[in-house]
Every structure is written in structure tokens, then in C-alpha cells.
């Protein structure tokens, strides 16, 4: 081979707390290559590219195993400092722009052009001013670069989202020794036809020699635009391939996969019950998770799974339906209509939520297991309170009995009813979460990412746990994961969510094209 | 393990302030003071405060954080006094109270007054979330300022109120004349050797404590503290966070108004003008020492603080004075350097996790 790859990463790993999140990947990237790389969440994208920026929270945790090198040359990357300084540029998911500057000052941020003045002179050239017509011509042929016509004086406030993702290409396609070009899902934020533009840049810039490293979840733009993919999941490096050689939907089948177990999956999930949840045209204003128009039925005794890629809006389904963020849409609970923003209402129709962000909503963390798991009746249904006339008292007899009866049953592990739910493991504190869910007796037990941040032991349990509720006391579940393979190994149908919408319902068994190919926001119809 | 350091703090800073403590006493002690004295008047000071103490609690617990601006309650209980007063004037020969019962009037007609500048002083809290200690500092400050002018022209006839020239009442006004001075502290009092017990004070304090754990074991007290450790997990419950911050506002407001008034019959005066303006500080003081925090507070930080921190004050002074005898304002200077210092030093341990 003539030419050296600009950047080989062999044998990468790296763990965080003992949880492996890569093991052994390898990547290598010639000049002028665009490579794509594509993985589910937590398939471990960030963290190879974290590691190739030589970024803190890498370092802090204890480093990685494996070696990189640039155009031959090993290095250690121990900050982004370095990787800038060895020609290592990022364009990233959220944009890092000062929204007061101009757009050649944010491009030309921290590099600016200097002209010597009367008093850099005297005092040195710290007080050098700035040459703005220099900038201002850099900037415009960075720009131009890119074929797009941005006005380079304009303020950063105000611009359209696309124009903020151009200025930052802008910024590093401007600095000279530019090798590396890596964007970090660029395309979730731009309108198509502004996509469409980004991927000709994208073609322009590797033409002029520069290695690009693209990561997405759209396939049909790494089909359009790469040369190689590498297929990540589950922290492994599942395969490298050269686009032509691949599609679609072997691309999404091998993003899926199929990691976990199907044991003891229920069968049957053919009979329907009557509907219970009936959600039309739902939209909830949900920061990253926005709905943006989902309809969606469970039916009694089912577990309906929500999945889909992060930030698509699955989790704000259950949000919108508990009040806990503006709302609107019909949403009827056994045929009644549930009044939307009232988080007291869903309550009282009979819906429990064990939250997502479980630390922040779910639970109280300075209170005790057994405050915690009795609040949700004590306040949404006026339980284990004995009143006499205006005055009233906690019964602490009701509130210790539930909990330590719901201790042994989901064989919450701590030291005693009374113990403080901070002092909980992620596991068990997800136990009292669900525990207080079940205190409430509800008609439909919504759950939102359960396993979220729990060790994979403990995983298994809260699945199980769901499960059992589920067959013996015929409890409709609604589960939001952002992991398939859990909620095809619980539920009897799953609602794909893809930008805000539900973009299809599949069956747990159905093949893993589907299920990639709709979290990829495409058509079943057109591959399979 | 992050919650272990965090408990191992807070009582390393009970612990350093206890050992103050006892080093002053101690020093009292080598220094030949009349300790009898000192832990009578330890015991009278602690009762007098108790209650302006507990008005803390409901405030930290519901969420609005350390209530500075306690002296809208304050100045509550000062006009229901002065009403009180003024009715016993108005009424003079229709109707003889008994101290007691005149007690009772001030506490009553305080409540109106507290009720309503507790839910309005609420509402305003619940506008300037996340800046709730400085707005009560400054809140504090300006009713104290305003109520200078509502003293001079508010239309009290009584002359035991009154300045002999000009318009307007006093500075201070004595309740010996009603025999209202020390009457709670009297009750029932007893010696041990040289110690006087005010049992009558300290058991109403102990009541009004009991009746706040009471409170905080109702549905609405549970609300109320689940609204202030986590508002997020409160609206999800259902409950309506803003109107429980309202709830403990008004309760905080309404400890401040009887507190006040178990405070002055002990003091023997109502204090007006610039009497309430700092009280706030020494309130907030007494619960961050006690181990409280902005967010978190329990019955027991309330009883801690108040004994250490009021116990402290009244053994420092004259600890301070006999070094410092040739200086005759030291004991005055002192007590404001420990005040406020013991103030900064719990602000800065209950910065939050």
C-alpha cells in the first residue's frame, strides 16, 4: 500500500466502573477517505471519538487500552489541546459558538489574525490588534469551501441552525494543518435540503485530501456519502465494510443485532383485550424528546414496548401523559378522556409512571424506602393518612407494613424499610421506584427506561419483575427503553418512534431490518 | 460514599461549635463567673428564642430555604401587641383583663396579619425561585423601614405607647404595666440551688414543637416537605408545589408573629423601630447550627441549634468582657462578631450538596 493511513486506532478498549463499553475496535482512515460509522446508543461511538480527542472524562476514569496512530506515527492524545495540534478537527452535536460574536470571530476564535499597533511596540505583543480584513477573507474562503453563502459578518444569535453547523465546519476547515475531520451526527438538526448540502461539503472537503469521520444514525446518508462503515454494537466492532459492497438493510440489521437472550419470551401475544390506552394526534413540548404527533393504542393486559433512537421523542410520550410536560392531544384511559397538563388527574385515572430520570423525579433520595414508596397513594389517593375532621396523621403502622411487604416480594436489597434511598444501588433504587408504582394500584403502569444506569444483573430482575406483574396480575404495561433487545424480550408489540411520530409497530420477533430500518427512519416497504 | 462525607461534615460543624461551647464554658468557669447565673439566663434566652427558632423549620422544609425575612412575622406580633394594648387602653373601666387573657388577645389578633402577609410574602417568593434568601433578606429590611413610618402614624391612643410629645410610639413599650412582663416565664417557675426554671416558657415552646411534628406527620406536612426536597417528584405526586411554598411561608410567618410575643414578655418590652431588623440573622443562625441546611432541616437542628447557638451568646459575653473589661462596649462588639461570624461559618457549611 503507497499511501499511509492518516489515522489507525488498533485495539481500542476502554471501561468505565468496570463496564466494558469498547472492546478491541480497530479503525483505520486513508487520506481523503469518508468514513462512516454507525452503531446503536451506547454502541460506544462518543467514547472512540472522545478518546481520539484525548478528552478529560477519558483520562479521569482511568485511560484505555490500545495504541493510535497519525499518518504512521504513534501518539498519546492527552487532551483536545494535542489532537487539535496534530490536525484532529470536530464538528459537534451541539454547537460550540459564542451566539454574541460575528461568524468570522467565532470561526476565528482564539486564532486570530494580529497586526502589530503603536502599542504592541512598546509593550509587547500581547497588544497586538486584530486584522480584520484578513479575518474577514479567511472566514469568506472557508466558507466558500464549503459552497455556501454565509454573511461572515453576521452575528451567530439569530442565525438559522444550518448556518451555525456551517460556521463550525468553517471554523475547522480553516485551520491549515487540518488532517482529521470528524462530525458527530451532524444531520440531526438540519432541515433536508440543508443535509443534503452538508453531505456535498462533506464530499468537497475529502476531496481536497482531508480523512472524514462521520457518524450518524441516518444509513441512507452513509450509503450515499462514505467509502468504508464500520459497524459498531455493543462496544464491539462488529465489521468494516466498503459501502458498495453492503446496503441498507444489511447495515441495519447488523446496527441491531441480537445481544441478549430471548428466554422465556411469552408466546401468545396474539389475544388483545379490549383498548385501555387510547392516545391520538399527542403532542408534548418536551426538551430533546419533543412528540410530535403520535397515535397509539394498548390494550388490556398487554406490555407495549416504545422504543426508537434518543431524542426521537419516546420518552416524552409517558411524559405527556402524566402532566409532568405540556401537552395536547386526546389521550383516553378505558374509554374516558383523561385531561391532558394535570399531572393529579392522570393520577387519578389510574395511570402510575416510574420515571426515566429516576433520581430526579422518581424518587426522593434523603427520605426513607418506606415514605418513599407509600408517597405516591399518600398524595395521588389519599392512602395511609387517618384523618379526623381538618386534622390528620401519617399511619406509619400502613406505611411500614406495604413497604416491607413489597421489599420481600421484589426482593428490594437494604438494610430495612427505614433506610435512606441514596444509600440504594441503582437496581434496588429502581425497585422502590416500581414499588411505589404498584402502591398506587394502577390500571396501567407506564415505565420509562427501566433499566437505565443499572448493572446488567439487576437488569434481568427489573425485567422479570415487570414481566411477572404483567402475567400474574394482568397489569398493562407501557415500557419506554432505548434498549430493543429488552423490550423484544418483554413486550408483545413495540412502537418504533422516529422523529416525534410513531413510525411503525412491530412484533418482538420480527426481523432485525425492520427494526433497524425504522429507527433509521426509513420505509419498511421499500427494502424488505 | 459521597453521603457519608457529606453527614461526616455537617457534623464535624455541630461538633466544632458544641466544642466552642464547652471551651466557653470552661473559661466561664476558670474565670469565676457566676455559672448559676449563666445557665439562668442560658435557659430564659433559649426559651425566648424557641419559637423564632421553629419559625425556621417550616420554611426550610417546604422548600423556600432559611426565612430571612421573618420579621414581616415579627412586626405581625408586634401590632397584634400594640392592638392588644391600645384594646385594654380603649376598654379601660368596661372591662378588666387579666394578663393572661391579654396575652392571648395580642397572639389572636397577630394571626389575621400573619395569615395575610404570610400568603402574599408566599407568592412573592414563588416568583423569585432559586433567589428565595436574598429577596427574605431585603424583604426583611424594608417592612423593618416601612413599619418605622406605620409606628409614628398608625392611630394608637393608649399613652403607656405613646411618646409625651409628638405623635407616634415608643421605642420600646414595657409590659410590666399590664403585668404581661415574664408572665409565661413566671409560670410555674422553680429553683434548682442558684438556677431559675421558666418552666411556663420552655413548655410552651416545647408545645409549639410539638404541635409542628404533629404537623409535619399530616398529609399536608408530608406534602409540604416533599414539595421542598424535590419539587419534581412533588408535581409528579400531584401535588401543586407553589401552593405547599405558600403553606410554609404562612406557617413560618405566623412562629415569627408568636414568636415574637414569647420573646417580648420575656424581654419585658416590645421592641419597635430597629428592634426587629436583625433578628432574622440570629433565628437563621440558631438552625444552621443546628445542623440544618437550606434545604433540609429537622425538628431535632431546631432544639440542637437553638441550645448551642443562644447558649453560646450568653456565655460568650461576658467570657469576652472579662478580657476586655477596661473597654465597656466589648460585650456589645463581641456578640456581633460571634453572631455574625457563626452566621457565615453555617451559611458556608449549608451551601447545598
Known amino acids: ?515 433497524g430500518l425504522l429507527m433509521a427512519g426509513q420505509p419498511i416497504s421499500k427494502g424488505a | 460514599m459521597q453521603d457519608k462525607s457529606f453527614l461526616k461534615d455537617m457534623d464535624l460543624a455541630r461538633l466544632i461549635i458544641a466544642a466552642f461551647f464547652i471551651l466557653l464554658c470552661v473559661a466561664a468557669i476558670a474565670l469565676r463567673l457566676d455559672f448559676a447565673e449563666l445557665i439562668t439566663s442560658s435557659l430564659a434566652r433559649i426559651g425566648m428564642w424557641g419559637v423564632l427558632v421553629l419559625a425556621m423549620l417550616p420554611a426550610i422544609v417546604s422548600g423556600i430555604g432559611p426565612n430571612f425575612g421573618v420579621s414581616l412575622g415579627i412586626v405581625c406580633g408586634l401590632l397584634g401587641g400594640l392592638t392588644a394594648l391600645e384594646l385594654a387602653y380603649r376598654l379601660e373601666g368596661i372591662v378588666a383583663f387579666s394578663p393572661g387573657m391579654l396575652f392571648f388577645i395580642a397572639m389572636v389578633f397577630s394571626l389575621p396579619f400573619a395569615l395575610l402577609v404570610g400568603v402574599g410574602y408566599g407568592w412573592l417568593l414563588n416568583r423569585v425561585k432559586g433567589s428565595e434568601m436574598m429577596i427574605a433578606t431585603y424583604v426583611g429590611f424594608s417592612i423593618v423601614s416601612i413599619m418605622k413610618l406605620a409606628w409614628v402614624f398608625l392611630p394608637f391612643k393608649n399613652p403607656e405607647m405613646a411618646w409625651p410629645i409628638g405623635r407616634g410610639v415608643r421605642v420600646q413599650i414595657a409590659l410590666a404595666n399590664r403585668g404581661m412582663a415574664q408572665l409565661l416565664n413566671n409560670f410555674l417557675a422553680f429553683r434548682i440551688g442558684e438556677v431559675v426554671v421558666p418552666t411556663g416558657l420552655l413548655l410552651t415552646v416545647a408545645l409549639a414543637i410539638f404541635l409542628m411534628w404533629l404537623f409535619l406527620r399530616s398529609r399536608t406536612g408530608m406534602a409540604m416537605s416533599t414539595a421542598g426536597s424535590n419539587p419534581r417528584f412533588a408535581e409528579a405526586s400531584g401535588i401543586t408545589v407553589n401552593r405547599q411554598r405558600i403553606i410554609g411561608t404562612v406557617l413560618s410567618t405566623v412562629l415569627g408573629a408568636v414568636g415574637i410575643l414569647i420573646y417580648s414578655q420575656s424581654y419585658g418590652f416590645l421592641q419597635l423601630y430597629e428592634g426587629p431588623m436583625f433578628m432574622p440573622f440570629v433565628a437563621v443562625a440558631a438552625v444552621l447550627i443546628g445542623g440544618a441546611s437550606v434545604k433540609k432541616a429537622t425538628i431535632s437542628h431546631v432544639i440542637i441549634g437553638t441550645v448551642l447557638f443562644l447558649g453560646i451568646q450568653v456565655v460568650a459575653v461576658p467570657v469576652a468582657n472579662a478580657f476586655t473589661a477596661e473597654w465597656s462596649s466589648m460585650g456589645e462588639i463581641s456578640r456581633k462578631i460571634i453572631q455574625n461570624g457563626v452566621i457565615l461559618y453555617a451559611l458556608t457549611q449549608a451551601g447545598g450538596e
Open chain 1, 1 to 515: 500500500m503507497a499511501v499511509e493511513p492518516v489515522l489507525r486506532m488498533k485495539g481500542i478498549s476502554k471501561s468505565y466502573y468496570g463496564t466494558k463499553v469498547l472492546d478491541s475496535v480497530n479503525l483505520s482512515i486513508m487520506p481523503g477517505e469518508v468514513h462512516g460509522i454507525v452503531g446503536e446508543n451506547g454502541a460506544g461511538k462518543s467514547t472512540l471519538m472522545n478518546i481520539l480527542f484525548g478528552m478529560n472524562v477519558i483520562h479521569s476514569t482511568g485511560g484505555f487500552e490500545g495504541s493510535i496512530e497519525i499518518a504512521g506515527q504513534p501518539v498519546q492524545i492527552k487532551s483536545p489541546l494535542q489532537a487539535m495540534a496534530l490536525g484532529i478537527g470536530m464538528v459537534h452535536q451541539e454547537f460550540m459558538l459564542l451566539p454574541n460574536y460575528s461568524v468570522t470571530e467565532n470561526i476565528k476564535l482564539n486564532r486570530e489574525v494580529l497586526k502589530p499597533n503603536l502599542a504592541s511596540r512598546i509593550f509587547g505583543p500581547r497588544l497586538q490588534s486584530l486584522d480584520y480584513d484578513k479575518m474577514y477573507a479567511d472566514a469568506r474562503k472557508a466558507l466558500k469551501r464549503l459552497n455556501i453563502d454565509i454573511d461572515e459578518y453576521a452575528t451567530i444569535a439569530g442565525l438559522p441552525v444550518g448556518y451555525m453547523q456551517f460556521t463550525e465546519i468553517a471554523r475547522e476547515l480553516d485551520k491549515e494543518h487540518l488532517r482529521i475531520l470528524v462530525f458527530d451526527e451532524p444531520t440531526a438538526v438540519l432541515a433536508e435540503s440543508e443535509a443534503a448540502h452538508l453531505l456535498e461539503a462533506i464530499k468537497e472537503i475529502a476531496a481536497a485530501g482531508i480523512a472524514v469521520l462521520f457518524i450518524t444514525h441516518r444509513l441512507n446518508e452513509i450509503m450515499e456519502v462514505c467509502d468504508n462503515i464500520t459497524v459498531l454494537r455493543d462496544g464491539r466492532h462488529v465489521v468494516t465494510k466498503a459501502s458498495k459492497d453492503t446496503n441498507v438493510i444489511e447495515l441495519a440489521e447488523l446496527m441491531v443485532g441480537r445481544s441478549m437472550e430471548f428466554a422465556g419470551r411469552k408466546q401468545h401475544y396474539s389475544h388483545k383485550g379490549r383498548p385501555i390506552l387510547e392516545i391520538k394526534q399527542l403532542t408534548v413540548d418536551m426538551p430533546g424528546e419533543r412528540v410530535r404527533g403520535v397515535d397509539l393504542t394498548a390494550y388490556e393486559g398487554e406490555i407495549l414496548g416504545i422504543g426508537g433512537l434518543a431524542g426521537q421523542g419516546k420518552i416524552g410520550i409517558a411524559n405527556g401523559i402524566m402532566g409532568l410536560f405540556p401537552a395536547a392531544g386526546d389521550v383516553k384511559v378505558a374509554g374516558t378522556p383523561l385531561p391532558l397538563n394535570n399531572p393529579s388527574a392522570s393520577i387519578a385515572a389510574g395511570l402510575a409512571f416510574v420515571s426515566e430520570d429516576r433520581r430526579g423525579v422518581g424518587l426522593l433520595l434523603n427520605s426513607s424506602i418506606e415514605v418513599n414508596i407509600a408517597s405516591g397513594a399518600m398524595f395521588g389517593k389519599k392512602e395511609f393518612i387517618k384523618t379526623w375532621g381538618p386534622f390528620s396523621q401519617v399511619d406509619q403502622a400502613a406505611v411500614r407494613e406495604n413497604a416491607q411487604k413489597l421489599i420481600g416480594e421484589l426482593d428490594i436489597r437494604c438494610t430495612g424499610p427505614r433506610q435512606l434511598v441514596r444509600q440504594l444501588s441503582g437496581g434496588n433504587q429502581q425497585k422502590v421506584c416500581i414499588a411505589r408504582a404498584l402502591t398506587m394500584n394502577p390500571k396501567i403502569l407506564l415505565v420509562s427506561e427501566p433499566t437505565r444506569g443499572i448493572d446488567v444483573g439487576a437488569k434481568q430482575l427489573v425485567l422479570d419483575t415487570l414481566r411477572r406483574l404483567n402475567e400474574e396480575l394482568g397489569m398493562t404495561i407501557v415500557v419506554t427503553s432505548s434498549e430493543l433487545a429488552e423490550l423484544r424480550s418483554i413486550c408483545s408489540r413495540i412502537a418504533i418512534i422516529t422523529d416525534g411520530r410513531v413510525a411503525g409497530i412491530l412484533k418482538p420477533d420480527d426481523s432485525d431490518v425492520n427494526f
